[in-house]
């Protein structure tokens, strides 16, 4: 009949830490973690609106030996791509905009109007709209002088598309650029407060849609500027 099963024994509940062992260990962490160049930046725990937990770590510029501070403020990357396309989102829940809405008729002033005939919302949401980059000589001559979305037009808006769209998918930083001024045609404001508790804000509105704004960074990173 073979052995009877054996019964696992049952696991050993875990005693809650205080609240004064959570901070040690988290701060036990933090330093191990910064210590082995695993993480540079900002620890902010709170407990509603009140600070529990703060601490800055790493270098701000590592060329000029700067450290991190409560206050520093980081370059979020690509990050900003999952902002944007919540905003997209929240304008189709709200019957404002659809995903298969031509770009020429949410956007009729882009410069390019032959790509905005045939280019989808949709599609530059999924990086399947042909939009190539723009990084490059170019870019990286005008980075101190691009101060709005638009800005960032004279970098990409002439050139052809990479394929047809819809045909397949490719990374594309320029489409978010696009859908950033698509979100400026309903107010920002409007759109972005409800997400205030989770992002950055300036004025009261969320700064998502990609623009670098080299004027907002008082200390400068070394980590490359991405969307």
Not at 47 to 65: C, D, H, I, M, S
Not at 76 to 102: M, N, P, V, W, Y
Not at 153 to 173: C, H, I, K, Q
Request: proline share 6%.
């Amino acid at each position: 009949l073979g052995e009877p099963e054996r019964e696992e024994p049952a696991p050993s509940p875990t005693t809650p830490l205080t609240l004064g062992e959570a901070r040690a260990a988290i701060d036990a962490a933090v330093t191990e973690a910064a210590a082995a160049d695993r993480f540079s930046g900002v620890v902010s725990i709170r407990r509603g609106e009140t600070p529990w937990y703060e601490r800055a770590v790493g270098l701000a510029n590592r060329e000029k030996g700067t450290p991190n501070r409560l206050d520093t403020r980081f370059n979020l990357g690509s990050i900003q791509k999952f902002f944007t396309k919540t905003a997209i989102a929240r304008l189709c829940q709200e019957g404002k905009l659809r995903l298969d809405d031509k770009l020429i008729d949410v956007l009729p002033t882009y410069p390019n109007g032959d790509v905005a005939r045939q280019v989808t919302i949709g599609q530059l949401v999924d990086h399947k709209a042909g939009f190539g980059d723009f990084f490059g000589p170019t870019f990286r001559a005008k980075l101190r002088s691009i101060r709005t979305q638009q800005d960032y037009l004279a970098l990409f808006v002439d050139r052809p598309l990479l394929f047809t769209p819809g045909e397949r998918s490719e990374y594309s930083n320029a489409g978010y650029i696009v859908l950033g001024l698509v979100i400026e045609v309903f107010g920002r404001r409007s759109v972005f407060v409800p997400m205030t508790r989770v992002t950055s804000v300036d004025s009261g509105q969320v700064i998502t849609t990609g623009v670098v704004n080299m004027r907002r960074f008082e200390q400068r990173s070394t980590e490359t500027l991405v969307f």
